[in-house]
């Protein structure tokens, strides 16, 4: 009898967890198509705007990899020893160095402008094939940049439900990572409409395919981290050094390519604040 009310206990916490974490997902891949979708109201952002943003992301990024994943994760190790999170650390970094040898980079395309005719109005330019292949590879590394993200938020969940962490710090993870979706998605949408895509129809796919994407290793992370706790700190480091390789690697050099260094490290700050304040209330 009691081992049936244990399973019965069991089969609810997994659905609550799986519930959590589906909620999750949406509201990062929501965020990330809210972002896109900026394109439409925002019809030329300029550069500088978009490495402020962009900055911004990469401070949300930052601090939450160290206070809601790499901390958390240490703690929840038995002995607190910090080697278990330290190598999941090199491994996520591993990995995502690995994965952009098959993708390579195309952050070159945010630079693309419309061309503006004899009056300096801006113009839309047709779609350019030659320009549309590197979208093509940037849209494809943005999305594999997604899945530490998706994974992250899912493994916040899992910790939560395993007692290793607070329901309010996985909140605060989520949160960090659907407002660094914004900029991002609004960073990819000016890349596909400068190629010459359509505003309307790129913003509709930006929030399929990050939902496609991020939705599903959201409940990936969660159930891997409660099925498998001893897994979680080597989870949790690697959900953290994969966002702090995408953070070094891709979003501080291009962020100070075209003189807006000092824009993009205010940026960094302010997100920097944002997330820690996030933690603090929440967490």
Partial sequence: MVGAVETVVDVLSAQRLLVQALLGGFVIAGMNLLGASLVLVWRDPSQRALDGALGFAAGVMLAASFTSLILPGIEATPG?????????VLLGA????RADILVPHAHYLL???KRADAAGQSEQVPIDEERLAPVVLFILAITLHNM?????????????AA?????GSAVALMLAIGIQNIPE???VSVAAVNAGLDRRFYAMVTGIRSGVVEIPLVLLGALAVTVAEPILP???GFAAGAMLFV????????????????VATLGTMVGVVVMLYLDVSLG
């Fill in 163 to 167: 007692g290793d962490t607070s329901i």
């Fill in 247 to 262: 953070i070094s690697d891709e979003i501080v050099p291009e962020t100070h390519l075209r003189g807006n260094e000092r």
């Fill in 234 to 236: 080597y989870a949790m």
């Fill in 148 to 160: 530490p993200e998706g994974l992250a938020v899912g493994v916040g969940f899992g910790s939560a």
């Fill in 80 to 88: 607190g020893s910090p080697l278990p999170v330290l190598g999941g």
């Fill in 185 to 187: 998605g609004l960073a």
């Fill in 94 to 97: 591993l990995f995502l160095d």
């Fill in 111 to 113: 630079t693309g402008k």
